[in-house]
């Protein structure tokens, strides 16, 4: 049995459902009245890829005060593998606290190599019918700020949960594989050629 272990931060705004994503992957779960994460959390999963080999991704939670980027951040990233970013497609601020969150990440959270951990920007609540925030303002932020790739999820309606984790594994295991053999722009550029699963989309665009 081959096994690895990798570990996945999570990270944005309050309420944008990162403690919900958690539970929906992990436990198939979804409810409305989660309590907001005091401090830090931290739940494992296993991803199979094939029967020999186990994925072991900590799937770590921070709450979304502007106070923890300061007290718990350090701590919160160290020894990262990847992140994600969530932000609230009904709330344009959750937006803009992203741009925050990963600049956060981009400094405390670094490989072995001296680079930024990988970070995937997720919309999540795209079952709702209405959003504040445009579909073409997630996208540029994701370009502008160096992300992986925006992806629309709904927790609820669990779309796009397990494609994220899925992905984000495949970034990491291609990561680890080529970090030793290629230069930095290199291991980014096989990285970038990954494929994220097809997408479930919004039941209504939002602009």
């Not at 919160?76 to 932000?87: Q, S």
């Not at 303002?137 to 994701?142: A, G, L, P, Q, T």
């Amino acid at each position: 049995m081959n096994e690895k272990s990798f570990k996945v931060i999570i990270v944005g705004d309050l309420e944008v459902g990162k403690t919900s994503f958690i539970i929906k992957y992990t436990q198939n779960k979804f409810s409305q009245k989660y309590k907001a994460t005091l401090g830090m959390d931290c739940v494992t999963s296993e991803v199979r890829k094939t029967p020999t080999d186990v994925i072991r991704v900590a799937l770590w939670d921070i709450c979304g005060q502007e106070s923890s980027r300061v007290a718990l951040m350090p701590q919160f990233c160290r020894g990262a593998h990847a992140c994600i970013v969530m932000v609230d497609i009904t709330r344009q601020s959750t937006l803009d606290g992203a741009i925050q969150w990963k600049k956060t990440v981009d400094k405390q959270a670094l490989l072995p190599n001296g680079s930024s951990i990988p970070c995937l920007l997720l919309a999540n609540k795209c079952d709702l019918p209405v959003g504040n925030v445009a579909k073409e303002d997630i996208v540029k932020v994701s370009e502008e700020h160096n992300f992986l790739k925006s992806v629309e999820i709904s927790v609820k309606e669990n779309q796009n949960v397990a494609e994220s984790i899925e992905y984000l594994v495949d970034v990491m295991l291609a990561q680890e594989a080529n970090s030793t053999k290629l230069s930095r722009d290199e291991v980014d550029s096989a990285i970038r050629d990954l494929e994220f699963p097809p997408q479930k989309q919004r039941n209504v665009c939002c602009n």
